[in-house]
Nanobody, 117 residues
């Protein structure tokens, strides 16, 4: 299993970013996948999950601002970040599984999102 994230960067408060994760070595279209994040000096936080039927769930802080999607033809999981806040600064990872399980499951190397004015 390999997960490779990209798309992070430095953005001002209120800005947007689009994170991508390409998966390989497993049945991507049959996998429940998630995004998790780790703010500086803090533990991992679950952000969002998307199952194989297209049903998504979000943490309260992500609901209404973040959108998870997938393109099974390209083995790609995407997280659209909008209206970013300083407290969204974190390393973002895609991970296998959903919900709390994704916090201890296989994940990629991460992509850094920094929100700063």
């Amino acid at each position: 299993v390999q997960l490779v994230e990209s798309g992070g960067g430095l953005v001002q408060p209120g800005g947007s970013l689009r994170l991508s994760c390409v998966g390989s070595g497993f049945d991507f279209s049959g996998a429940l996948l998630s995004w998790v994040r780790q703010p500086p000096g803090k533990g991992l936080e679950w952000v969002s999950s998307l199952n194989t039927y297209g049903m998504s769930t979000y943490a309260n802080f992500a609901s209404g601002r973040f959108t998870i999607s997938r393109d099974n033809s390209a083995n790609t999981l995407t997280l659209q970040l909008s209206n970013l806040k300083i407290e969204d600064t974190a390393m973002y990872y895609c991970a296998m599984g959903g919900g709390e399980f994704s916090l201890t499951s296989t994940r990629g190397q991460g992509t850094q999102v920094t929100v700063s004015s």
